[in-house]
C-alpha cells in the first residue's frame, strides 16, 4: 500500500511562486508514474502534468506548460511540482498520484491507483 501526502500549499499573490512536494510512504514508489491533478471551484479535476518512474518522461497540460515543473527525487520518495507565475486561474485543489508502470505513464485520472488527500492553493489577484 502507498500513502501518498502533499505539502507546501497556501495563499500567494498573482505572479508568486509556490512548490509542492508529494511524499510517499508504504514502500518506494521509484518504479511508479506520477501525475499531479487539480480541482478548482465547481470544476471537474483535470490532469497538469506527469512524470514516469525514470523521469526520462513528463507531460503538460497546455494551461501550466512553460510555468509548472515536475520533477522527483526518487531517493526521497518525494515528487515536487514548481509553480511559477501563477494565477487566480490556478486557484484549485491539487492531488498528487501514483500508479507501477513501466510503459507511458497516462494522463486519466482513472489508472492511477493511489491519491494524496489533495492541498488547496489560492492565488488572490
Known amino acids: 500500500q502507498v500513502t501518498l501526502v502533499e505539502s507546501g500549499g497556501g495563499m500567494v499573490q498573482a505572479g508568486d511562486s509556490l512548490r509542492l512536494s508529494c511524499t510517499a510512504s508504504?514502500?518506494?514508489?521509484?518504479?511508479?508514474?506520477v501525475a499531479w491533478f487539480r480541482q478548482g471551484p465547481g470544476k471537474e479535476r483535470n490532469f497538469l502534468t506527469l512524470?514516469?518512474?525514470?523521469?526520462?518522461?513528463?507531460s503538460y497540460a497546455d494551461s501550466v506548460k512553460g510555468r509548472f515543473t515536475v520533477s522527483r527525487d526518487n531517493a526521497m520518495n518525494t515528487v515536487y511540482l514548481q509553480m511559477n507565475s501563477l494565477k487566480p486561474e490556478d486557484t484549485a485543489i491539487y492531488y498528487c498520484?501514483?500508479?507501477?508502470?513501466?510503459?507511458?505513464?497516462?494522463?486519466?485520472?482513472?489508472?492511477?491507483?493511489?491519491w494524496g488527500q489533495g492541498i488547496q492553493v489560492t492565488v488572490s489577484s
Open positions: 508504504g514502500r518506494t514508489i521509484s518504479t511508479y508514474a
Open positions: 512524470i514516469s518512474a525514470g523521469a526520462r518522461r513528463t
Open positions: 498520484a501514483a500508479y507501477p508502470t513501466a510503459g507511458w505513464p497516462s494522463t486519466h485520472d482513472y489508472d492511477y491507483h493511489y
